[in-house]
């Protein structure tokens, strides 16, 4: 092999790695830790980046159920300190 060919390969694989790495960046995960995933390890990399969860659907399921929460505490059904643990617990505040 030689080098044109070589570098014609990493190119071809830093150009498919970008596949995991924009997934991830859609998910609020991060961008560079997919794309070097891919980069060594493209198979894998795709399945694990299809796998995770996306953290923006997780913030706002937690918002919503928060929510939920408040409205327990307003109608009084919940205690103030029951609220703020469950809000600390799902928004971490």
Do not use: H
């Not at 327990?72 to 205690?79: C, N, P, T």
């Amino acid at each position: 092999m030689n080098a044109a060919t070589a570098i014609g390969l990493l190119i071809c694989f830093s150009l498919l790695a970008l596949i995991p790495g924009f997934i991830a960046r859609s998910k609020e995960r991060s961008f560079l830790a997919y794309w070097l995933l891919g980069l060594c390890f493209f198979w894998p990399g795709l399945i694990a980046v299809l796998a995770v969860e996306n953290k923006k659907k997780a913030r706002i399921r937690n918002e919503a159920e928060v929510a939920g929460y408040a409205k327990l505490w307003k109608d009084g059904k919940i205690s103030e300190d029951e609220y703020k643990q469950k809000r600390k617990e799902l928004l971490g505040w």
